[in-house]
């Protein structure tokens, strides 16, 4: 999988990048094994929405993930006043959207088999 990283009015260190490349990592196991998974890629954007908000600072974190297999992509965003906090929400955010399309595709094929188990069985009866 390749991951990329950009950062947005703030600098990208070796501490934040390496954090949020273990975590987007760690979202490959998630994903539905399919194709060549090498093809997968992975965007992340960190970022200061506003260097002048009452309440401090406000750090982003987008995560955007290209699947072989799916046509769109898929995409998690979170916003707090800690960097790392929001890179956990949409990693969490991003972990739900994954199994909910691997969920989707085990039960698609279920389905497929059921309905294949049905025919086979009217043609035994035959």
């Known amino acids: 999988m390749q991951i990329h990283i950009r950062a947005n009015g703030m600098e990208l260190t070796p501490a934040i990048k390496d954090y949020a490349e273990k975590k987007v990592s760690g979202l490959e196991k998630y994903a539905p094994k399919s194709g060549d998974m090498s093809q997968m890629q992975a965007w992340v954007e960190l970022g200061l929405t506003t260097k002048h908000h009452q309440s401090g600072d406000i750090f982003r974190a987008e995560i955007q993930f290209q699947l072989p297999y799916v046509t769109k992509m898929i995409t998690s965003q979170?916003?707090?006043?800690?960097?790392?906090?929001?890179?956990?929400?949409?990693?969490?955010?991003?972990?739900?959207?994954?199994?909910?399309?691997?969920?989707?595709?085990?039960?698609?094929?279920?389905?497929?088999?059921?309905?294949?188990?049905?025919?086979?069985?009217?043609l035994k009866r035959r």
């Open 78 to 122: 979170a916003e707090t006043p800690d960097l790392y906090a929001s890179i956990d929400e949409a990693h969490d955010e991003m972990k739900l959207e994954l199994q909910k399309i691997k969920d989707k595709k085990i039960s698609g094929i279920r389905r497929g088999l059921g309905s294949i188990k049905n025919i086979l069985s009217k």
